[in-house]
Nanobody, 124 residues
Framework: QVQLVESGGGLVQAGGSLRLSCAASRRTFGSYVMGWFRQAPGKEREFVAAISWSDGSTYSADSVKGRFTISRDNGKNTVYLQMNSLKPEDTAVYYC?????????????????WGQGTQVTVSS
C-alpha cells in the first residue's frame, strides 16, 4: 500500500506564492508518475502538473505554465509544487497522486493512489 501525504496549503493574497509537498511512503517509485490535481467547489478535478519519478520529465497544464513548477527529491521521496503569481482562480483543494500509466498522466482515473488533499485559498 502506498500513502501520499500533502502539506503546505494555506491562505495567500493574489500574487503570492506557496509550496506544496507530497511525501510518499514507498521508497521505490522508479516507474511512477507523480501528479498534482486540484478541485474547486462545484467543479471537476483537474490536472495541474506531473513529473516522471525516473527521469524527471515534467508536464503542466496550460493554465499554470510559467507560474507553477513541479519537482522531486528522490532522497526524501517527496514531490513539490511551487506555485508563484497565484490568482483567486487557483483556489481549490490540491491533491497529490501516483500512477504507472505515463501516457495517461492528465487523467484522474489513471491514478491509483491519492493523498487526502490540502486547501489553497487565494484572496483578491
Amino acid at each position: 500500500q502506498v500513502q501520499l501525504v500533502e502539506s503546505g496549503g494555506g491562505l495567500v493574497q493574489a500574487g503570492g506564492s506557496l509550496r506544496l509537498s507530497c511525501a510518499a511512503s514507498r521508497r521505490t517509485f522508479g516507474s511512477y508518475v507523480m501528479g498534482w490535481f486540484r478541485q474547486a467547489p462545484g467543479k471537476e478535478r483537474e490536472f495541474v502538473a506531473a513529473i516522471s519519478w525516473s527521469d524527471g520529465s515534467t508536464y503542466s497544464a496550460d493554465s499554470v505554465k510559467g507560474r507553477f513548477t513541479i519537482s522531486r527529491d528522490n532522497g526524501k521521496n517527496t514531490v513539490y509544487l511551487q506555485m508563484n503569481s497565484l490568482k483567486p482562480e487557483d483556489t481549490a483543494v490540491y491533491y497529490c497522486a501516483a500512477t504507472q500509466r505515463l501516457s495517461s498522466y492528465p487523467l484522474p482515473w489513471a491514478y491509483d493512489y491519492w493523498g487526502q488533499g490540502t486547501q489553497v485559498t487565494v484572496s483578491s
